[in-house]
């Protein structure tokens, strides 16, 4: 008795499947890490944190006293006519400010004036958390 052997057309999903999910572990675990583009020392401070209703404006000064909006770099004068633009956009634009704590403080204060000319009244300074001891 001869067998005749066929060829299998069928795909196998399988190694597939394994390979997205592997993927998908991958990006769910490096996501947020993801979120935090420039490093800054942040002060330290006891009080809680706010709760949040909407997308803040981010606004930073790194260590250099470089000042980005939302991750691009701008000088004081283009902040503050980004932010007359955004406040057009946006019903009740909050704005978030982290500055290094290396910077002078003359400069934030140029910052939060910036924001202030610019029409926005909500603004808030990050600060972290001390480490308990």
Known sequence: MAFK????????????????LVLLIIFMVT??????????RLPKATARSLPQKSIPINV???AKGHIYLNG????????????????SQI????VLLRA???????????VISAIKRAG??????????PVKR
């Not at 926005?120 to 958390?129: F, M, N, P, R, S």
Request: no cysteine; aromatic share 2%; net charge positive.
């Open 5 to 20: 052997k066929s060829l299998m057309s069928d795909i196998n999903v399988t190694p597939f499947v394994d390979v997205m």
């Open 31 to 40: 996501a947020p890490m993801m979120t935090h583009g420039l490093n800054v």
């Open 60 to 62: 930073i000064i790194d």
């Open 72 to 87: 691009v770099m701008v000088d004081i004068n283009l902040l503050q006519q980004k932010l007359i633009q955004m406040r």
């Open 91 to 94: 019903k009740q634009p909050r």
């Open 100 to 110: 290094d704590r290396a910077i002078a403080y003359g400069l934030v204060a140029k």
């Open 120 to 129: 926005i009244e909500k603004l808030g300074l990050v600060t972290q958390l």
